[in-house]
């Protein structure tokens, strides 16, 4: 059993700057790709950004050179910090990575999400 937990979202002002966060815990022999994504009311869910377990990362068109994806791998967490936070941004966001309990399968996780609310 895995479990992805965000934390970090809130209520910011426009230009502002938020910093989430999602640790993995429980039966966890490997996590590969983590990524972040993010749902708006009345849209589909879509990916922000995303990074492998090489350090390689990828960013949504709408939020490069905003937002910056990392990883702990010791503390099986990664991190998405927003900067220059616009009303736009007003989202769940949802946590998500391909995890290996075992050496031979992976699963695909998700967090509960977290409201991030930019005001302008």
């Known amino acids: 059993q895995v479990q992805l937990v965000e934390s970090g979202g809130g209520l910011v002002q426009a230009g502002g700057s938020l910093r989430l966060s999602c640790l993995a815990s429980?039966?966890?022999?490997?996590?590969?790709?983590m990524r972040w994504y993010r749902q708006a009311p009345g849209n589909q869910r879509e990916l922000v950004a995303a990074?492998?377990?090489?350090?390689?990362?990828n960013y949504a068109d709408s939020v490069k050179g905003r937002f910056t994806i990392s990883r702990d791998n010791a503390k099986n967490t990664v991190y998405l910090q927003m900067n220059s936070l616009k009303a736009e941004d007003t989202a769940v966001y949802y946590c998500?990575?391909?995890?290996?309990?075992?050496?031979?399968?992976?699963?695909?996780?998700w967090g509960q999400g977290t409201q991030v609310t930019v005001s302008s």
């Open positions: 429980g039966s966890i022999f490997r996590i590969n790709d």
């Open positions: 990074i492998t377990n090489t350090l390689s990362t």
């Open positions: 998500n990575a391909y995890i290996n309990s075992n050496w031979y399968s992976a699963t695909n996780y």
